[in-house]
């Protein structure tokens, strides 16, 4: 059995939507200045040891993209521009992200920048490991 109660509809005044609007706008503000700075303390982390610093860029750019459309823009015409850089973060940026995943390719890339061929010792455990587990079986 349902029961429905009659209510009178709430009527929002024009100073009342103006009011929701400003400050909506200035939560949204808000928000991006806070991006900015995990950002900009992310940057300044990286150098240090451990991979602090990337998990906090990878929330200030969730919190400014998600709440700015210049920047959102701008990042996509970045993506555009340079897809190779981009696509790690965007994955990072998804709702499900695939940290373990990221990490061990820019752990490839950097040992290709970095290591002469014959040092390089990484995709030789990856392809070791896979042929081991296809042997299991």
Known sequence: ??????MTPVRFSAADELARELLGRI????LVLLGLVFIAAGFL???LPGPMG??????GLMLVLRNSFKARKQFVRFQHAHPKLVFPLRRLLRREPEVVLVAWQQALR????????RWRVAKRWRKALKRRGQRAV
């Open 1 to 6: 059995m349902n029961f429905a109660i009659a």
């Open 27 to 30: 939560i949204r503000a808000a």
């Open 45 to 47: 982390i990286a150098p």
């Open 54 to 59: 990337l998990p906090l860029t990878v929330i």
């Open 110 to 117: 950097i040992e290709k920048l970095i290591i002469p061929r």
